[in-house]
């Protein structure tokens, strides 16, 4: 199978099995994205979720947070990983959206990474999510679904290399949903140290399960065919 059949198909198979896709973090408007992907760094979505709605509720606009401080901040997110840091970001990324951006959400990468607390795998979220770019942002989840169905090499071993070469071979109109297909399929299915194989519609495209599984060995059957 060529490289350009194997994204066909997976392509495919996404759109055929996974018409929707999106982001697991609530959020109303830009601005609140903005903090919760921010808190979401080595971060469960579902505790962002938790402590997001009295954040946005005291803070509704970037001005509001800006008026703060980091140690105000902490109190509301201290149950997140690194909530020192994350308030202290959320606070001066408030002040810069502020002082420098009209307090609106800026659309591009070079203007989103000048932000405290976002780096570029944030702003892709961003650009991906909200303005509906073809832009990549590469997660644990990502970087490992991606090297497992067989869509990267071996040699892509950075984020920024498996960004490249998914936005390559994906439809840029499509790289949005991808984005989040790879996403879910990281967090229900093809998990770190369980991955369920037996579950996965993907199998006979997978890499991982063909090199696992080879030919004279019994194969778990799969429940989506």
């Known amino acids: 199978m060529t490289k350009k059949e194997r994204y066909e198909k997976i392509i495919s198979w996404f759109q055929e099995n996974v018409p929707v896709a999106e982001t697991e973090l609530h959020y109303n408007n830009p601005y609140e994205l903005l903090i919760a992907v921010i808190l979401s ?12 709605p009295k954040l946005y509720e005291d803070f509704p606009t970037a001005e509001a947070l800006a008026a703060s401080t980091p140690e105000v901040v ?19 990324m408030a002040r810069m959206l502020v002082n420098d951006f009209n307090s609106q959400v800026p659309d ?3 203007e989103l990474i000048k932000l405290p607390g976002v780096g570029r795998k944030t702003a892709n979220v961003i ?3 909200v303005f509906n770019k073809a832009a990549m942002a590469v997660d644990t989840h ?25 936005t390559k071979h994906i439809p840029n109109d499509l790289i949005p949903i991808a984005h989040h297909w790879l996403i879910l399929h990281g967090r229900y299915i093809c998990q770190s140290r369980t991955p369920q194989c037996e579950k996965c519609g993907l199998q006979t495209l997978c890499k991982f399960f063909c090199d696992k599984y080879k030919v004279g060995k019994d194969t778990p059957k799969s429940k989506n065919k």
């Open 142 to 166: 990502v970087f490992r679904v991606s090297h497992r169905l067989g869509l990267v090499g071996d040699s892509c071993t950075t984020p920024f290399s498996v960004e490249k070469e998914l």
């Open 74 to 92: 902490y109190e509301y997110i201290r149950s997140v990983s690194y909530p020192n840091n994350k308030a202290k970001h959320l606070v001066g």
């Open 41 to 52: 760094a080595q971060c469960t979505d579902k505790r962002v979720n938790m402590i997001t």
């Open 127 to 129: 650009q991906s999510v």
């Open 108 to 110: 591009t990468l070079e």
